[in-house]
């Protein structure tokens, strides 16, 4: 049967009851809520023939980056592909099931353009909105995010049950791609309008976090803890932005309590988890912190997915807890699969592993050894491609942070000094990093020249 979602476009069905359930999947996506799971397993309860249904968990699957997750991603793939065969589905339900085809079989970007071409014939789905929008961000996409969206927002008027949602990831996607002040704009009207959009809402974080704005930052986030206390691990994320913030304003102690309390408070393998754990304790290390046994869980929770090959921010950050536990024989493991990885076949994975992930990684690893000008030389080569790793600019700037050291360390003043000139200009502000390096850099400078003038030249005769 065919029956209008909240969307008011038609899905196919033979269970009307699952389509309570597949509406609250969708706005439990949108908020990165909790719900998410157990509501996308109740309308396939409900109807496990629900093509779109069965084809949106297996993208939700490829989404997890964990290489266990890609045989149930098969799976909901075979079964999509059998119930359209058996039911006559709708263009757009079609389009989501071919989109995963499209993944399992390494194009990501294909599968986003498909779901980008359907989205101008459905606008007002702001399930496919978020799907496209979560697949660039894997891509290191913020141009492609933002246009997709403002292709499609007029459709979104303001009694739109998702409009507050769509809000915040167009916040999110002005960021990314630098228009600072109407990205503040924008997600705090998200938040205003979808109190839950923690989306939205970790859209300003980074905006007041690039800007410079700290202080403001954490009280964004202190006064609004109820939009993000619904979530899925995305929760922790929001707290490590809190203690990226208070970094910035040297608050150590409050930062070792998030980190302990807060977003590694659970010993998760979500590489998402990792991720934010990890890149904490290199800036804590970064700036002389002792940070104690911490490394040792992300370490062994890291070591188990070194083969994974899903994604390569996070087996970055993988290789930056193998590191930081002095995981010699892990860490030379997931180089060398990376290697090989990147010289085996031609999905946009491979490929992204050859370009950017073996020689970050391999400057990770050489920075860690102490050798930094190699350090240097192999994360430089990566720098102007790091953004197809995915991820955002925050993320990101922990490899942008330890290029600055290697150069430093190096004694090569002048590339630190025109890398910090262009960090400063991405993120639209100083913040308390790139002034106290800028300062070193300067000072090493200074005593170059001073040691290179004539006037402290030996005179023979």
């Given amino acids: 049967m065919r ?3 909240q969307f008011e476009y038609s899905v196919t069905l033979s269970n009307k009851s699952a389509l309570t359930h597949w509406n609250k999947t969708a706005l439990a996506f949108l908020a990165h809520s909790a719900a998410t799971p157990e509501c996308l397993a109740q309308t396939l309860e409900a109807d496990p023939d629900f093509a779109m249904a069965q084809a949106t968990r297996g993208l939700f699957c490829l989404l997890l980056g964990r290489r266990e997750m890609t045989a149930t991603a098969f799976e909901a793939y075979a079964i999509a592909d059998q119930c359209r065969r058996d039911t006559q589905v709708t263009d757009r339900e079609h389009a989501v099931v071919d989109a995963l085809n499209d993944w399992l079989h390494g194009s990501l970007s294909k599968a986003a353009e498909r779901l980008d071409e ?3 014939k459905y606008p007002r789905d702001a399930l496919i909105m978020k799907l496209v929008h979560a697949i660039r961000f894997v891509l290191g996409q913020p141009s492609r995010m933002r246009s997709s969206i403002e292709g499609v927002i ?9 409009k507050g949602y769509v809000l915040g990831c167009y916040a999110f996607s002005l960021e990314e791609s630098g228009d600072f002040e109407k990205a503040e704009r924008v997600g705090r009207n998200a938040v205003e309008i979808q109190h839950d959009d923690a989306w939205g809402l970790h859209a300003v974080a ?3 976090d690039m800007t410079g704005k700290s202080e403001e930052g ?3 986030l202190d006064d609004r803890p109820q939009a993000w206390e619904h979530c899925n691990n995305f929760g922790y994320h929001v707290w490590w932005h809190l203690a990226l913030l208070h970094l910035d304003r040297g608050n150590i102690e409050r930062v070792l309590e998030l980190y302990d309390q807060k977003f590694r408070k659970d010993h998760t393998d979500d590489y998402r988890d990792i991720s934010n754990a990890a890149s904490m304790l290199v800036r804590l290390e970064l700036e002389g912190i002792k940070v104690g046994q911490r490394w040792e869980e992300l370490a062994i929770n890291s070591e188990k997915h070194i083969d994974d090959s899903c994604n390569v921010f996070a087996d970055l ?3 930056l807890a193998l590191l930081g536990d002095n995981r010699r024989q892990a ?3 997931l180089l060398s699969r990376m290697r090989a990885f990147g010289e085996e076949d031609s999905s946009e994975m491979s490929q992204i592993t050859k370009t950017t992930g073996s020689p970050t990684a391999s400057g990770l690893m050489q920075f860690k050894n102490g050798n930094f000008f190699s350090a240097y030389h192999h994360l430089a080569e990566a720098r102007p491609l790091l953004r197809t790793v995915g991820g955002s600019h925050a993320q990101r700037d922990v490899f942008e942070r330890i290029t600055i050291e290697a150069a430093l360390r190096a004694g090569l003043c002048q590339e630190a000094k025109r890398m910090i000139d262009e960090r400063s200009r991405l993120r639209g502000g100083s913040d308390t990093y790139g002034e106290t390096r800028m300062a070193q850099a300067k000072r090493m400078m200074a005593a170059t020249d001073l040691m290179q003038s004539e006037h402290l030249r ?3 005769g």
């Fill in 3 to 5: 029956i209008d979602d």
């Fill in 118 to 120: 359907v989205l101008l």
């Fill in 154 to 162: 007029s459709a979104y008027e303001d009694e739109h049950v998702a």
């Fill in 206 to 208: 980074h905006v007041l």
């Fill in 218 to 220: 954490i009280k964004w």
């Fill in 317 to 319: 950050h993988y290789m």
């Fill in 331 to 333: 860490s030379d493991h």
């Fill in 458 to 460: 030996f005179r023979i």
